[in-house]
């Protein structure tokens, strides 16, 4: 047997030796540390308006808040690399952009699921895709578009 066996296995049969000879600590009542069940008293001097109705907070339109959420979204970019009618080609090209280091994701092209769209992305500045856009232009295949991102 190898060396890191055999010390295994005298680790091993040490810590069961150890075990029958040596007794575990226990832990008496005397051992306990007592700690205080009160709660100190903090004062943040905060000064309290008890003068608030609730009228006042129903000025606010519910509506307006939510559409404003919702529209707060900054919007995202992407650099739509071709459309496809053969699933093959797509996947050589899609593996290709991978290859490459760009993160590649593909979709229907419309409703019938017949077409493929390759796109590269997203990425939240608009820049950012349009220098995607001039590295990929350079290779021959390629007609790239930046388009948003949905």
């Known amino acids: 047997m190898k060396l890191i066996n055999y010390s ?8 069961i ?6 007794e575990p600590v226990r832990f008496g009542e005397n ?5 205080s069940n009160d709660l100190p008293e ?30 707060s979204f900054s919007s995202a970019w992407t650099v739509k690399v071709g459309s496809y009618d053969d699933l093959n080609e797509l996947e050589s090209d899609l593996n290709e952009l991978k290859k490459k280091g760009y993160k590649v994701y593909s979709l229907y092209d419309g409703e019938d ?16 895709s349009l220098e995607i856009q001039k590295e990929i232009s350079n290779i021959p295949r390629f007609n790239p578009e930046v388009v948003r991102y949905d």
């Open 8 to 15: 295994l296995l005298l680790f091993i049969s040490i810590f």
């Open 17 to 22: 030796f150890l075990s029958f000879v040596i």
């Open 31 to 35: 051992n306990q540390t007592n700690f």
């Open 42 to 71: 903090i004062n943040l001097n905060i000064a309290l308006d008890d003068n608030v109705s609730v009228a006042e907070s129903s000025d606010i339109d519910i509506n307006t808040l939510q559409d404003d959420i919702r529209t």
């Open 113 to 128: 699921k017949l077409n493929y769209s390759l796109f590269i992305g997203p990425t939240l500045k608009r820049e950012d």
